[in-house]
C-alpha cells in the first residue's frame, strides 16, 4: 500500500505564504514524478506543479512566479511553497505521485487526501 499524507495547509490573508508537504510512504520501488493538484469549489481539479525524479519542474500559468515545488533529500517528500497568495488559489490541494511500487509493474498515480488552503482577501 502507497500513502501520500499532506499538511501544511489553512487560513492566510491574500499576499501571504503558506508551504504544504506531502510525505509518501509504503511500498515504493521508485518515483516518476510528484505534484500538486488543486480543487476549487464549483470547478474541476487542476494541475498546479509537478517535479520529475530528474528535478524538472513545471508549473500551471496562473502559479508561476509565485509558487515553487521542489523534494526532500530523501525523495519520498515534496514541498510546495505557496507566496503571494490570492483569493483565488483558495482550494483543496492534492499531493500526487505517479510511481511504481514493483521493477516490472505499472507506473500508476496515487493521491493523497488534500489539505485546505483558504485566502481571504
Known amino acids: 500500500q502507497v500513502q501520500l499524507v499532506e499538511s501544511g495547509g489553512g487560513l492566510v490573508q491574500a499576499g501571504g505564504s503558506l508551504r504544504l508537504s506531502c510525505a509518501a510512504s509504503?511500498?515504493?520501488?521508485?518515483?516518476?514524478?510528484v505534484g500538486w493538484h488543486r480543487q476549487a469549489p464549483g470547478k474541476q481539479r487542476e494541475l498546479v506543479a509537478t517535479i520529475s525524479s530528474g528535478g524538472t519542474t513545471n508549473y500551471a500559468d496562473s502559479v508561476e512566479g509565485r509558487f515553487t515545488i521542489s523534494r526532500g533529500a530523501a525523495k519520498s517528500t515534496v514541498y510546495l511553497q505557496m507566496n503571494s497568495l490570492k483569493p483565488e488559489d483558495t482550494a483543496v490541494y492534492y499531493c500526487t505521485a505517479n510511481l511504481r511500487t514493483t521493477p516490472w509493474g505499472p507506473t500508476q498515480r496515487y493521491w493523497g487526501q488534500g489539505t485546505q488552503v483558504t485566502v481571504s482577501s
Open positions: 509504503g511500498s515504493i520501488f521508485s518515483f516518476a514524478d
